[in-house]
C-alpha cells in the first residue's frame, strides 16, 4: 500500500520526501497537473488514495514544511487543512510548544523550564538564547516560532531507519504479550525493507512505560538482519531482559537502522525480490 500510495503523490510532482512509512513531503508549487490550487490537489490525492487502498489519509496545506506538518494534524484522520502565509505567525504564536514538530518530550521539558509554553514564548527568545540552550537546533526553533522555515522539500533523502510502533489499549505486564504486540511492528517494518531491498545492521527496541518513563535497548549484527523471524528473535532477547516490570508498558516500538542495500550477489543469505 506504502508504494501505491506513492505512485498515487507521483502522478502530481516527482518533488515526495519521505517523513515515515505514512507520510511525505510534496512540493505541489509547480505540479504535473498544471494545477494552481493546492488545496485541490490534496483532495484529488486523498480520494485516489480512498478509492485505491480504501485507507482515510489527513493532510495539510502551507507555505512551508513545518507549518504543512502542523496542518496536516487538525483534521485526522480523514480531512485536510490550510494554514496560509496571513494565518501562519498568529496559528504559531498561540500552539504550545509541545505539539511542535521537532520538539520531543525531553524539548518539551527543558523549554517549559525555561518558560517557553508557547509559540509566542519561543518568539521572546533571541537567536542567541536559543543557540544557547539548544545548540544547532537554535536556529531551526528561531525561525519556526514566527512561521519561518526555509528547509527545502529533498527528493533525495537518505533514509537513516525505518521503524513502527504501537501504543495498546491495555497496559502490558508480561513477556507473552509484550512480544505478541511487537510482532506486527517488525513484520511491518520487515514489509517496507522487502519492498525497498534493504536491510539494515541495528535493532532497536523502544519501551514506553504507563508513567511515560522510556527506554531503549539496541543490539546490532555485522551483516545485518535477514529475516523478520532474525529481527523476533532479538526483539525478544532485548524483551526478556525488561521483565519483570512493576510498571505497565503502555508503548512498543521497533526501529531497524543502519540501513544498507541488499545487495543481489550475496551468498548464503536469503534474497530480497519486488
Known sequence: MSAQIREIFAEYTPLIEPLSLDEAYLDV??????MEIATEIAVEIRAKIKAVTDLNASGGISYNKFLAKMASDLNKPNGQAVITPRNGPAFVAGLPVKKFHGVGPAT????????????????????????????KSGPYFYGIARGIDERQVKPDRVRKSVGAEDTFAQDIHAYGPALEGAKPLIAKVWRYCEANCITGKTVTLKVKYADFAQITRARSLAHGFQSPEAIEETIGGLLEAVFPTRKGIRLLGVTLSSLETKSADSTGQLQFML
Open 29 to 34: 508549487t509547480e505540479n504535473l497537473k498544471g
Open 108 to 135: 518539551a521539558e527543558k523549554m517549559h523550564r525555561l518558560g517557553i509554553e508557547t509559540g509566542a514564548d519561543l518568539k521572546e527568545k533571541d537567536l542567541d538564547f536559543l543557540v544557547q540552550h539548544f545548540g
